[in-house]
């Protein structure tokens, strides 16, 4: 599986931005597909993760309420809604591909890495 995210800008604190992930590949079905964000200096860290179905979304806390995923098997696109954003979201956001859903918040369960896009939100 090849991902390609997109969607990133310079946003202002409250703003709203909607983040793409694009996936090559006959069986995107069979992925979970999951974000994360990693800020200069910071660690990767967690955002979301949905599964197969889509039926199952997992989020961080930190982001629990404003975010949401989503995914469209048939497009084979995977999607972050993030409201309320606030400075402290501010990161380099990845979108990923696991074929388990054992502990997804966890990166190094994720086969497959996007480029990243930037989400910059000022205050």
């Known amino acids: 599986v090849q991902l390609q995210a997109s969607g990133g800008g310079l946003v202002q604190a409250g703003d709203s931005l909607r983040l793409s992930c694009a996936a090559s590949?006959?069986?995107?079905?069979?992925?979970?597909l999951g974000w994360f964000r990693q800020a200069p200096g910071k660690e990767r860290e967690f955002v979301a993760a949905?599964?197969?179905?889509?039926?199952?979304?997992y989020y961080a806390d930190s982001v629990k309420g404003r975010f949401t995923i989503s995914r469209d098997n048939a497009k084979n696109m995977v999607y972050l809604q993030m409201n309320s954003l606030k400075p402290e979201d501010t990161a380099t956001y990845y979108c990923?591909?696991?074929?388990?859903?054992?502990?997804?918040?966890?990166?190094?369960?994720?086969?497959?890495w996007g480029q990243g896009t930037q989400v910059t939100v000022s205050s």
């Open positions: 990923a591909a696991t074929s388990s859903w054992y502990i997804v918040g966890d990166a190094v369960r994720y086969d497959y």
């Open positions: 590949g006959r069986t995107f079905a069979s992925y979970v």
């Open positions: 949905i599964s197969w179905s889509a039926g199952t979304p």
